[in-house]
Nanobody, 119 residues
Framework: QVQFKESGGGLVQVGGSLRLSCTVS????????MAWFRQAPGKEREFVGS????????EYTPAVKGRFTISRDSTLRTLDLQMNSLKPEDTAVYYC????????????WGQGIQVTVSS
């Protein structure tokens, strides 16, 4: 099992930047793909992007591609989401998650952290 502790959320103005971080604990992280999801008020949770923990590049949903960057540091055991050029529609609760490589379902989730973009 993988556990997450999220930090870095808050209030930011349109066009601003924010960096979210998840501290990751648990074993066998090399078997996992890590991801960020978000859920806006009244909407379903949606995929933001993912990255394999061991090696490989990140992939993103089109709505954030070019603005958001996912990175991981295996030494510090952190998973980060750098968010630039923020828009009001990026307002949501953001979650860390993980799945086992080559499976479909995300099975471990963080508690979520609020990001609010004000216009």
């Amino acid at each position: 099992q993988v556990q997450f502790k999220e930090s870095g959320g808050g209030l930011v103005q349109v066009g601003g930047s924010l960096r979210l971080s998840c501290t990751v604990s648990g074993g066998a992280l090399y078997t996992r793909t890590m991801a960020w999801f978000r859920q806006a008020p009244g909407k379903e949770r949606e995929f933001v992007g993912s990255i394999p923990w061991s090696y490989g590049s990140a992939e993103y949903t089109p709505a954030v591609k070019g603005r958001f960057t996912i990175s991981r540091d295996s030494t510090l055991r952190t998973l980060d989401l750098q968010m630039n050029s923020l828009k009001p529609e990026d307002t949501a609760v953001y979650y860390c998650a993980s799945r086992i490589v080559n499976t479909h379902d995300y099975i471990d989730w963080g508690q979520g952290i609020q990001v609010t973009v004000s216009s």
